[in-house]
């Protein structure tokens, strides 16, 4: 059995930038669900071209990066879709123990190291730790119950983001 105490340092390397017309957090949008139609693009580390093999095959992909202007994180939070407080791990904040980030983007085009995408929730200038495809097969569940949000009339399209989490 693994001993949970030990803490271990983990590093990662960017592996590009993701680029969209977004320069502040206020106003944003704060799921995909919530920026139909707005356009980005990622500019991926020129030596990781040949990773991109294939991918154009796919219309939607997993963008993995990293929470590059949120500072610090608080256990207990209120996200953008309640007004009540909830443990960090039962949202999708930007304030956590480890800043990482995950969003489902459209993928309109694969031109060299550039990805052109739709439906972009993320900052100007997020450094991308990841690109996985989404797969229906393996990415689409029936869900019994989705907690706090069962209740919440609140939707991602209403809401923008603000400045709770500075």
Known sequence: MTDLSVKMEISFKSIGV??????????MPIQPSGA????????LNED???????L???SHIYLIYHFHRSDGFKLQVTPFLDNKVHGVFATRAPMRPNQIGISVEKLLAV??????IENVDILDGTPLLDI?????????????????????RNTPRQVKSDDRFK
């Open 111 to 116: 031109r060299g190291n550039i990805l052109e």
């Open 36 to 43: 139909a139609g707005i356009l980005g693009t990622i500019e």
């Open 132 to 152: 996985k495809p989404y797969i229906p097969a393996f990415d689409i569940y029936k869900t019994e119950k989705s907690g706090w949000m069962e209740n919440n």
């Open 18 to 27: 993701v680029h969209t017309p977004f320069t502040s957090r206020e106003g």
């Open 56 to 58: 154009s095959g796919f």
């Open 48 to 54: 990781l071209v040949d990773g991109l093999l294939d």
